[in-house]
């Protein structure tokens, strides 16, 4: 069974962590299902960046983004070649290390 190991993140998860992932789940999923509170703010419709990450490890074992979800990385904060939305990025057979970074473009909070 895969891993997803989740770099230390100074308000998410301080110490880092590691969880075993169902092969077809997404990034986002092993996360807000061990209690990492990834923002998401468009409910996983691949229609923001709020929940970008970086995966530093395991990168070329994801299938690759499509046209709609690159559209949507290119307004990411941060933005790196191994960025991808977790809410579209599926678990395959490899271990996956992400990196969740310090900010995020959540466009709807930014209005008000």
């Known amino acids: 069974m895969p891993k997803v190991i989740f770099l230390p993140h100074e308000e998410l998860c301080p110490e880092g962590a590691v969880f075993e992932a169902e092969k077809g789940e997404t990034i986002l999923d092993v996360a807000l299902r061990n209690d990492i509170e990834i ?8 229609a923001c960046t709020t929940c970008h990450v970086v995966v530093r490890e395991g990168f070329d074992s994801l299938e690759e983004s499509d046209e709609l979800e690159d559209d949507m990385l290119d307004k990411a904060w941060g933005l790196e070649p191994e960025s991808r939305l977790s809410c579209q990025a599926v678990v395959d057979d ?17 209005r008000h």
């Open 94 to 110: 490899e271990d996956l290390t992400v990196e969740i970074p310090k900010y995020t473009v959540n466009q709807v909070s930014e």
């Open 39 to 46: 923002e998401h703010a468009c409910e996983m419709s691949c």
